[in-house]
Structures are given as C-alpha cells and as structure tokens.
T-cell receptor, first 113, second 110 residues
C-alpha cells in the first residue's frame, strides 16, 4: 500500500504570497490531519478533516485553511505568508481519526523569505 | 499547549544498550502513540497503545501505559546506530487531534 504523499517537498515563497500544499492519504483512509512543526513550538495541530468535513481546528489564524475532497485528498492553504510561517508541514492519515494509527507523510518544508 | 511531555530531552547511549524514554500527559486519553523522526523528515509510526492496555510489544520496542499516573514509557532494546532519531509521544484526548510532546533526541554511538 502506498504511504501518505505530500507535495511539494520543498517550497520557497515571499512574504505576502499564498501557498497551497497537497496531501494524498493512504488508500481507504478517510481522516486527514495537518500539523506544523517548528523548532520553537514543536508539533502543532492545524486541523482535521473527515469525509470532507472539518471536525477539529487548532489555534491558528484564519490565514490557515484547508479542505478535503471526495477522494479524501486534502489541501491546506496559507494566505498572506509571514516569515513565522516557515516550518515543516506534516499531513497524517488514519482510517477514522480516533483510536486508529495515524501515518504521516514526509512533509513539505516551507521557507518564507 | 503540550499534552505530552517526554523525558529525558536528550539521551546518548552505546550501541547494544537499551534506551528508555518516558512520556507524561495531562488529561484522559483514548490512545497513546509513539513516533520516530529522522532529521526533520516525516514521522514514522512506531506503536499505538490503547487506554485499556498496559503493555505492548513490537519487535525491539516495548511500550507501557499507566493511566493512573498519566505516563507511558518506550523501551528500545539492543539499540542500533540506525535508532538515532527524535522520538515523540502523541495523545488523542480530542477526536482527530494528536497532541505531541517536545520530543526526545536519542543518539546511539557505534
């Protein structure tokens, strides 16, 4: 079975721009969640989608948004990028979200300059 | 806020020795999972232990869970240089959301 695929792997953007990151979950998994990892804050939960519905959201500003498609693929968007948005963005997929293993992709390294 | 807190923050051992890492958390949980991360890459799932389980094994890994103390430990036996990585515990007190600790950096010297 293919693992979780995140694209692109690396991105360099300029302050003020917007960016879209993509995540393809493991086949059959319906829950996709997103995390931001920085050296200072560690791993922080952004949001979780299940069957195209956002079930949970972390404490991030509205510039961070996401969506999930009918095939369970998910995208997250960050608008008006700030230098502090530079981070490793990780996507995880699981069968139903609660009580099941969550498997992570390799992440997208976003650098904002 | 961090739900899981691992200790020690850093651990250095010789190849062949056992490594024990601990994780404490604050609220009631459904499950606890341990992950490994190599050099800022993706998280590799190691093991999940449910709140009604006390101990679980997977290869060289042994995980224990004490819900009364809100703590878990990960034991890696007969460590190898390839085990050098950061290790995280993650809890799922809230549906669909994993809360991570700051992680433990394990160095295994050849």
């Amino acid at each position: 079975k293919a693992g979780v695929t995140q694209t692109p792997r690396y991105l360099i953007k300029t302050r003020g721009q917007q960016v879209t990151l993509s995540c393809s979950p493991i086949s059959g998994h319906r829950s996709v969640s997103w995390y931001q990892q920085t050296p200072g804050q560690g791993l922080q939960f952004l949001f979780e989608y299940f069957s195209e519905t956002q079930r949970n959201k972390g404490n991030f500003p509205g510039r961070f948004s996401g969506r999930q498609f009918s095939n369970s693929r998910s995208e997250m968007n960050v608008s008006t990028l700030e230098l502090g948005d530079s981070a490793l963005y990780l996507c995880a997929s699981s069968l139903v979200g609660a009580g099941t293993e969550a498997f992570f992709g390799q992440g997208t390294r976003l650098t904002v300059v | 806020s961090q739900q899981g807190e691992e200790d020690p923050q850093a651990l250095s051992i010789q190849e062949g020795e056992n490594a024990t890492m601990n994780c404490s958390y604050k609220t009631s949980i459904n499950n606890l999972q341990w992950y490994r991360q190599n050099s800022g890459r993706g998280l590799v799932h190691l093991i999940l232990i449910r709140s009604n389980e006390r101990e679980k094994h997977s290869g060289r890994l042994r995980v224990t869970l004490d819900t009364s103390k809100k703590s878990s430990s990960l034991l890696i036996t007969a460590s190898r240089a390839a085990d050098t990585a950061s290790y995280f515990c993650a809890t799922d007190a809230v549906l669909g959301k994993l809360t991570f600790g700051k992680g433990i950096t394990l160095s295994v010297r050849p």
